[in-house]
């Protein structure tokens, strides 16, 4: 199976899908996220993972950029209950940035206490594990964009860190921290 070009022309505004349409879309979409034949955005089929913080260049021809980005997962809490609950929050997971994209970073994990739970979910970068009786941190938040660029255009980015496991020591199993964030981008 190889891309198969679907023309401007073919498509009219508010108008059904005609099935020719729908199986080339089908078929595209197929080839499009396994890369097995290189259709792209602007058919060059660049895959560039980012690190750090930085600025990118827009290479020459290119005009369109797929941005995949996940912020950093959170640090897992640490409590422990004896007759009272003892214990810290994991922090935050840092914000992935492309441009004027954001991937926010997952919530550090919460102690429990009481019984009630605190405990904030995203998807993406995979958050800390608890310790004791805590929560885990939270998953960085995924974005996925297809952002119009033009060549030579200098983007600012920065990758988020997972956030801390909690700083106290219990006994018990200890807190991890959180997994950094990622940038990827296609074009």
């Known amino acids: 199976m190889s891309y198969i070009e679907i023309n401007d022309s073919e498509i009219e505004p508010e108008a059904p899908i005609l099935s020719s349409i729908g199986e080339r879309w089908k078929d595209n979409y197929i080839e499009i996220f396994s890369r097995s034949s290189g259709p792209s955005l602007n058919s060059q089929g660049f895959r560039e993972s980012l690190t750090g913080s930085a600025v990118w260049t827009v290479p020459d021809g290119i005009y369109k950029v797929k941005v995949s ?27 992935t940035t492309f441009g004027s994209l954001t991937a926010l970073g997952g919530f550090g994990g919460k102690t429990i206490s009481d019984g009630q739970e605190e405990y904030h979910d995203k998807v993406g970068s995979c958050g800390g594990q608890g310790g004791g009786t805590a929560h885990n941190g939270g998953y960085g938040q995924l974005l996925v964009y297809i952002l119009s660029v033009t060549p030579g255009d200098n983007i600012s980015y920065s990758v988020g860190n997972g956030g801390a496991a909690a700083p106290c020591s219990r006994s018990g199993g200890a807190p991890s921290s959180g997994v950094d964030g990622f940038l990827v981008l296609e074009f």
């Not at 997962?73 to 810290?88: K, L, V, Y």
């Open 69 to 95: 980005a996940s912020g950093g997962g959170g640090g897992g809490g640490r409590s422990d209950f004896n007759s009272t609950p003892i214990g810290c929050d994991g922090s935050n997971g840092g914000d």
